[in-house]
């Protein structure tokens, strides 16, 4: 072929209607088996009525959970039997008739968006509901020009620095040998929402394989580092081209929707014209540190 | 050979950066990038001028090409693309359409 080229890159326990029940008990019951979880600034409700799944979710996103009561959305979990459903199969995200379709091997959940409710059914661990949150914040992002990015994240000096990669690129190392100024934000999945000045990144508690959960903080974001393993440390320019190429490869996005998909895609473009992207190639002690402030 | 007519699929998001156009199918989120001839035809690609004189007016005014050899790769490239719903490919004019996606 002459010159033409392109490439692909490519709730419900039944309550007890015992008339005889002190009110009081109830009311402390209810309080008992719901909680906020707020990650990104964006609190989410989610009512169980398994104390013991509820303690499984304070201890998962421990510095999460907010006390205020105000949520943006709600969901009331039901529980079903354990199951070895695959946790390794496709999502599917779709959108009908008002209401987002959540599914995996593990799980099912609806979200409707201007009832800001919806309901997940799976078995009680954290893996299932950690996806449905994940899914969730990315399409409310997505309409805000913001999304998640699987990357490592920090803070330091007030500024946050983003690390992308594929897996084994470093992103767990760089974190296990960050030093003791710096904020960790997450190992694995950053948090990037747009702001009046530029973009934030906040910490979340989706964690790779430093098992970590980061601080709960945010900070406007300094540079976005492609990271790469070396002998030697060392930041090198590359395209805007390749900057966008490269966050678009890391973003995740699970939805089957055109609109959403095209919104992302523009706020990719959008971040690269606001924020420093940077090749950083490193060897994996915390020397590397030095060239980050 | 009959003429064919080539449109942007507007349910694709397209932009163009240091002349680099990257486009994403809202199908799927597959990233395409075109090079430098491939960009032209699809900046091109209206719907109602037809592809032979995109590759005369656009292309052989531009590159040492042989016409005939410019136009039967263009085709095949556009047929690819159509294959992948970024472009879509009519032996008749081709509609306006609103252009959700348009590129910017």
């Known amino acids: ?293 | 050979m009959s003429k064919l007519y080539v449109a942007r699929n507007p349910r694709v998001a397209a932009r163009s950066l240091d002349g680099e156009m990257m486009i994403m199918s809202g199908r799927d989120s597959t990233l395409f990038t075109l090079n430098k001839t491939a960009t032209i035809l699809w900046q091109a690609a209206d719907g109602a001028t037809s592809l032979d004189e995109i590759v005369k007016l656009r292309i052989c005014s531009e590159f040492d090409v042989e016409p005939a050899e410019a136009l039967q790769d263009a085709e095949n490239l556009a047929r690819e693309l159509a294959s992948r719903e970024i472009l879509e490919v009519s032996e008749e004019p081709i509609p306006h359409r609103n252009p959700a996606g348009a590129s910017r």
């Open chain 1, 1 to 293: 072929m002459w010159l033409w080229a392109y490439t692909v890159f490519a709730r419900v326990q039944k309550g007890k209607h015992r008339s005889d029940f002190p009110l009081s008990h109830l009311v402390t019951e209810v309080a008992h088996l719901s909680l906020v979880i707020e990650i990104g600034g964006m609190p989410v409700r989610v009512n169980t009525f398994d104390p013991a799944f509820l303690e499984l979710l304070e201890r998962r996103y421990s510095g999460f959970v907010n006390d205020s009561g105000d949520a943006e959305i709600e969901f009331d979990v039901e529980l079903t039997p354990p199951n070895p459903a695959d946790r390794d199969a496709d999502v599917e995200v779709k959108y009908r008739f008002g209401r987002w379709s959540l599914s995996r091997g593990d799980f099912r959940a609806e979200w409707e968006p201007s009832a800001r409710r919806g309901w997940i059914r799976q078995s009680a661990n954290p893996y299932a509901i950690d996806a449905v949150l994940r899914i969730v914040h990315t399409l409310v992002l997505a309409r805000q020009g913001g999304f998640l990015l699987h990357s490592a994240s920090a803070i330091r000096n007030g500024k946050a620095f983003l690390f992308a990669g594929v897996s084994e690129a470093g992103k767990t190392t760089i974190s296990r040998v960050a030093p003791p100024d710096v904020t960790l934000l997450t190992d694995e999945i950053s948090y990037v929402r747009k702001s009046a000045d530029g973009y934030l990144a906040f910490g979340t508690p989706f964690t790779g394989e430093l098992g970590k959960l980061g601080e709960n903080v945010s900070a406007p974001i300094s540079t976005l580092y492609l990271l790469a393993k070396g002998h030697e440390n060392r930041i090198e320019p590359i395209t805007p081209g390749e900057a966008t190429r490269s966050l678009l490869a890391n973003l995740l996005f699970f939805a089957e929707d055109e609109a959403l998909i095209q919104a992302t895609f523009h706020s990719a473009f959008d971040f690269v014209s606001r924020v420093p992207v940077a090749k950083l190639t490193f060897v994996p002690d915390a020397r590397v540190w030095e060239l980050i402030a």
